[in-house]
Nanobody, 128 residues
Framework: QVQLVESGGGLVQAGGSLRLSCVASGRFVDSFAVGWFRQAPGNERDFVAATSWSGDSTGYAETVKDRFTISRDNAANTIFLQMNSLKPEDTATYYC?????????????????????WGQGTQVTVSS
């Protein structure tokens, strides 16, 4: 069974940085694309960033491009989201998710429906 556990959230001032981590357990998790999504109260769950299983391909939402960086350490089954220049509108619960559609080393999806496994989320609050 696959489990995803996020950590690294917290309270930070606008302009600050946080690094989220997601540890994945289960067989062959390093063979699948992984994504980060976020959800603010009253809003839908939105795509933030994703990376292919190889790490050779990444994608970002326009709202976080050039500020956030997704990476993965397959040897440690850990996925990271480095968040810089944080804004109050980045405040949300952040979730990592695993996409078990194996479509090649460059594949990733920005659609939440593509992801079969989700973590419990970690709260990020950015104060102005």
């Amino acid at each position: 069974q696959v489990q995803l556990v996020e950590s690294g959230g917290g309270l930070v001032q606008a302009g600050g940085s946080l690094r989220l981590s997601c540890v994945a357990s289960g067989r062959f998790v390093d063979s699948f694309a992984v994504g980060w999504f976020r959800q603010a109260p009253g809003n839908e769950r939105d795509f933030v960033a994703a990376t292919s299983w190889s790490g050779d391909s990444t994608g970002y939402a326009e709202t976080v491009k050039d500020r956030f960086t997704i990476s993965r350490d397959n040897a440690a089954n850990t996925i990271f989201l480095q968040m810089n220049s944080l804004k109050p509108e980045d405040t949300a619960t952040y979730y990592c998710a695993l996409d078990i559609n194996n479509r090649g080393r460059y594949y990733y999806s920005s659609q939440a429906s593509s992801y079969a496994y989700w973590g419990q989320g970690t709260q990020v609050t950015v104060s102005s």
